[in-house]
């Protein structure tokens, strides 16, 4: 089901264009504090004026596992598109792309992966020519991942950090956005509420500038 909440553009800004968000959540706890970074950016990038489609993937029951016959089919343009075409449709209506999860054993949610995985379509999200990756989520102007790890930084760039990387290349080479952000606190499991507060209070400053 698709959740869109639009913002009033700023009075003091007639010519304010505004932007239309997808906001990917994945956190199966609604009492979590990656529950609280969810609200925070929606409703940050609401009160902006923006239309923002709140995609709480737990809470829309989407199912992460690419099946048999999706695989076999998998580069078989426009075709492949079907078994995930409502998904399809709100991705390439966003011209801003949030991604909003916890970092578990040192990468996505299956959750998230899941939906890379289905809807992160060749024809989709990229083209491929000649063998080569070529983007194809250009409308994609902005992208902003907001993220929590259990541990330092330090630990997560002895393993390379693969959440960060796929987020600031990956996924920023199939849109090429004009401005991206990567917001993570680490070391959440030695987090204070003045950590977690100072956080919050960051990412909402962010997503104003976003």
Known sequence: M???RRGSPPKSDPGFA????????AHPMKDSFNAALHTRVVDTLTD???SVDDCDLYAENFDPVLSDAERRGYHDVPENRSPVESYVERLEAAEALVMV???WNFGYPAMLKGFLDRVFLPGVSFRLEDGKVKPNLTQIRRLAAVTTYGGTRLRAMLVGDPPRKCVTRAVWHVCRPRKTRY???????RATADDRAGFLSKVGREMKDL
């Open 48 to 50: 902006r004026g923006w």
């Open 101 to 103: 999860f916890p970092v």
């Open 2 to 4: 698709t959740h869109i």
């Open 18 to 25: 505004v932007t239309h968000a997808l906001v990917l959540a």
């Open 183 to 189: 917001l993570a606190l680490y070391d959440m499991n």
